[in-house]
């Protein structure tokens, strides 16, 4: 555990994701038919996606509005 900048408690997670198939996260929209590609995976985008899964089975609630929009979420 340790503090943010604003001196809050935060935790640091280690995780391992598998994907089922290829997939690819571009770093800016595509020039003609050329798509460059990031190499690893953002965690804007693993928050978006544990976001969607929470949204699937779960309506927003205050859990929901912490997690993911607070002003804690950084």
């Known amino acids: 555990m340790f503090n943010n900048s604003q001196g809050s408690a935060m935790i640091s997670l280690t ?24 190499d690893f995976i953002p965690g804007t985008a693993v928050r978006g996606a544990l976001a969607g899964l ?16 607070g002003d804690n979420v950084s």
Request: proline share 5%.
């Open 54 to 69: 929470w949204l699937k089975s779960n309506k927003p609630d205050n859990g929901f509005k912490e997690i993911f929009t």
């Open 15 to 38: 995780i391992t994701l598998v994907s089922r198939s290829p997939f690819s996260i571009a770093v800016s929209r595509a020039v003609g038919n050329v798509q460059e590609s990031l």
